[in-house]
């Protein structure tokens, strides 16, 4: 069990306690700004003070307009009381350049995305706010960079026509002038295509760029949404602890605790799928491999996950003692991920069931459950990221936890097989080498 679901009431209370949500705000490297239907800012987070140039307090107040440039700003206003009618997730500006006006007056491109929350039956807007200088910089490049070598390509074929002419005009009978054509046309041809390869290249990397700015747009999108369920829970339960003061109301009081400790846990895993989804896109992950004890580990985990559980849910073990050369690290967060799913995805008091058994070459671990199953039509999917089937649309979760997994696996060597029936549950199955132990 981690800290945070060890904190007391009264600890989390005192403001310590938040301190999970206090660092991804903080240490956020997008920038979030909170503010009021009147349009005035009321928080701002280090990194968005850093992009725009001001201290909290010179924000502290201020209209939201003050950050757009000034031939906008009328328009901006109405954009945002409109907004203020009828809010709802989204992105700002779809295929427009987005604009930031710093304190100085310099301006720099933005990406932003919205989103709202009810705070003391008051609805307040929250941006977050990217700085794109550097992609579009390097938009810039690449654009110059293939104006360039088409030019380029254009010249070329043009010296490869007008030479092929002048061999044509040639004594065709000279072997030595058609060995000469020959070898420069070769050698114009190979120019073209490493141009081209060049050229596919810078592409491929624009198009890759692209493909992550998608991802962790669609993930800001998708973990601000699902922030606002357990941070209202945390905020609506901390307010009625302090409604419970008398001593025969211990019951409710633990009550709200239950409801805090299960919202920050929600919004733990939610904070660690973003962290691994990013070192994965990223490629810092690193193997570390070394001998160790499967069913030792196994056990740990099984033991660590026993709190998360739902109400008289319980974890069968069948383990054999048997050493294998891999990451514990890895491992571990393989098991934690496919045990929480299992009983995320099942009822209270449903049997969870963890092995760890040899078979020939491999060690296959186990995981199985008797809950909602998978939908056969949508199986096909379940390892792309953001997949979330049709009958877990009331469960919170953000659809990462199987593809990041599946990536693990496979950094580790190994592979990951599943089967199941909508209704009857699932089994999961993750086979890695096995190195015999000393």
Same mark, same amino acid.
């Given at each position: 069990m981690t800290l945070a679901m060890k904190l007391s009431g009264e600890y989390l209370m005192s403001g310590k306690g938040r301190e999970l949500l206090g660092q991804l705000f903080h240490n956020s490297g997008e920038g979030i700004m909170l503010f009021n239907k009147q349009g005035e800012i009321e928080m701002s987070n280090p990194r968005a003070l850093e992009m725009f140039g001001y201290t909290e307090q010179e924000l502290l107040g201020k209209k939201v307009e003050a950050l757009v440039p000034k031939e906008s700003r009328? &328009?901006?206003?109405?954009?945002? #009381? &409109?907004?203020? *009618? @009828?809010p709802a997730p989204r992105s700002m500006g779809q295929g427009l350049d987005l604009k930031g006006v710093r304190k100085d007056g310099s301006m720099f491109p933005v990406e932003i995305s919205l989103n709202y929350l009810s705070h003391q039956d008051e609805t307040m807007v929250v941006a977050f706010v990217t700085d794109i200088t550097i992609r579009k910089e390097n938009e810039r490049v690449v654009e110059e960079q293939q104006k360039k070598l088409s030019e380029y390509a254009d010249e070329l074929e043009g010296k490869v026509k007008s030479r092929t002419r002048e061999l044509e005009q040639m004594n065709l009978g000279l072997k030595s002038q058609i060995q000469e054509r020959k070898l420069a046309e070769t050698a114009l041809k190979k120019s073209l295509d490493d141009l081209k390869k060049a050229e596919q290249e810078i592409l491929n990397s624009l198009e890759r760029e692209r493909e992550l700015g998608e991802l962790k747009s669609r993930f800001v999108s998708m973990a601000s949404h699902e922030f606002r369920t357990p941070l209202t829970t945390i905020l609506s339960s901390a307010n009625l602890i302090g409604k419970y003061a /008398?001593?025969?109301?211990?019951?409710?009081? /633990? @009550?709200?605790? /239950?409801?805090? #400790? $299960?919202? %920050?846990q929600n919004l733990t895993g939610i904070l660690n799928d973003f962290l691994s989804?990013? *070192?994965? /896109?990223?490629?810092?992950?690193? !193997?570390? +491999? +070394?001998?160790? $004890?499967?069913?030792q580990l196994v056990r740990e985990v099984c033991e660590e996950m026993e709190g998360t559980l739902k109400k008289d849910q319980k974890i069968e073990i069948r383990s054999e003692a048997v050493v294998v050369l891999s990451d514990d690290h890895i491992l571990k967060n393989v098991l934690i991920n496919l045990i929480s799913n299992a009983s995320k995805y099942s009822s209270e008091g449903d049997a969870i069931e !963890?092995?760890?058994? !040899?078979? *020939?070459?491999? !060690?296959?671990? +186990? %995981?199985?459950?008797?809950g909602i199953g998978i939908p056969k039509e949508e199986q096909k999917n379940l390892f792309e990221r953001f997949f979330r089937a049709d009958n877990v649309t009331n469960i919170q979760g953000t659809g990462l936890?199987? #593809?990041?997994v599946k990536k693990y696996v496979e950094l580790l060597g190994g592979k990951i097989e599943f089967k199941s029936q909508e209704g009857e549950g699932s089994t999961f199955c993750v086979r890695i080498p096995l190195t015999p132990g000393k």
């Open positions: 009328s &328009k901006h206003e109405g954009h945002r #009381n &409109k907004y203020m *009618k @009828k /008398e001593g025969d109301q211990q019951s409710s009081r /633990e @009550k709200h605790i /239950e409801r805090i #400790n $299960k919202s %920050v989804m990013e *070192k994965l /896109e990223s490629g810092i992950t690193r !193997v570390d +491999k +070394k001998e160790l $004890k499967l069913d !963890v092995s760890a058994l !040899v078979e *020939k070459d491999e !060690v296959c671990l +186990k %995981v199985i459950d008797h936890g199987l #593809n990041i």
